[in-house]
Nanobody, 126 residues
């Protein structure tokens, strides 16, 4: 069982920066690793793909609304994945979820992610 824990949620101002981190609560046992992703859900809206990174780190995918502003990275030695978020706008306000997928070469489809964290709240004020 994969258990994911997000951290770093906060209230930030428009134009600011924030870094979210997702850690495996236990050392992953899958020898092929996992594609790791971030999704977000704003109040009254469907969950939206933000970014993902393949198990090798060689493939990174981004949602159109965050491309050029957000950067995903992973540190496998620490079993963590981070999301650096710059140039915030109020439209970025949401609960951000970390997720893991066995589609190790990279995916953006929510249905491919089997394991999910509890989410962390990020609020952007103008």
């Amino acid at each position: 069982q994969v258990q994911l824990v997000e951290s770093g949620g906060a209230s930030v101002q428009t134009g600011g920066s924030l870094r979210l981190t997702c850690a495996h609560a236990k050392r992953p046992t899958n020898p092929y690793g996992y594609c790791m992703g971030w999704f977000r859900q704003a109040p009254g809206k469907d969950r939206e793909f933000v970014a993902s990174i393949s198990s090798s780190g060689g493939t990174k995918l981004y949602g159109d609304s965050v491309k050029g502003r957000f950067t995903i990275s992973r540190v496998d030695a620490d079993y963590t994945v981070s999301l650096q978020m710059d140039d915030w706008t109020p439209e970025d306000t949401a609960v951000y979820y970390c997720a893991a997928s066995a589609v190790i070469h990279g995916t953006r489809f929510e249905g491919d992610f089997r394991f999910w964290g509890q989410g962390t709240q990020v609020t952007v004020s103008s």
